[in-house]
């Protein structure tokens, strides 16, 4: 499986910016995907992510109400629509993929098998 994220760049708070991932290989299976974000001196955290189905989406406390995960599974892509950002969300962003996980768990990296290059996202205050 590869997973190519995109969408990343410079954006002044407040602004919005949307990024996408692509799954491509073994896609065939059900998986679910999620974010990942990594600012500088900082250990990775979980952002957001979206069961296969798109029933289940989990986001941290730091996002929750100004992004949104969503699937465009006809493209095997999921996008995270990023609004009235933030100069504390600046990072680089990676997608990431998980076959399972569960409500308990769904943040947890070592769920995740694949991993997408990341994009930076840079906010401006």
């Known amino acids: 499986v590869q997973l190519q994220a995109s969408g990343g760049g410079l954006v002044q708070a407040g602004g919005s910016l949307r990024l996408s991932c692509a799954a491509s290989?073994?896609?065939?299976?059900?998986?679910?995907m999620g974010w990942f974000r990594q600012a500088p001196g900082k250990e990775r955290e979980f952002v957001a992510c979206i069961s296969w189905s798109g029933g289940s989406t989990y986001y941290s406390d730091s996002v929750k109400g100004r992004f949104t995960i969503s699937w465009d599974n006809a493209k095997n892509t999921v996008h995270l629509q990023m609004n009235s950002l933030k100069p504390e969300d600046t990072a680089v962003y990676y997608c990431?993929?998980?076959?399972?996980?569960?409500?308990?768990?769904?943040?947890?990296?070592?769920?995740?098998?694949?991993w997408g290059q990341g994009t930076l996202v840079t906010v401006s205050s």
């Open positions: 990431a993929l998980a076959w399972s996980w569960t409500h308990r768990d769904y943040d947890d990296v070592s769920n995740y098998a694949y």
């Open positions: 290989g073994r896609t065939s299976s059900r998986y679910n």
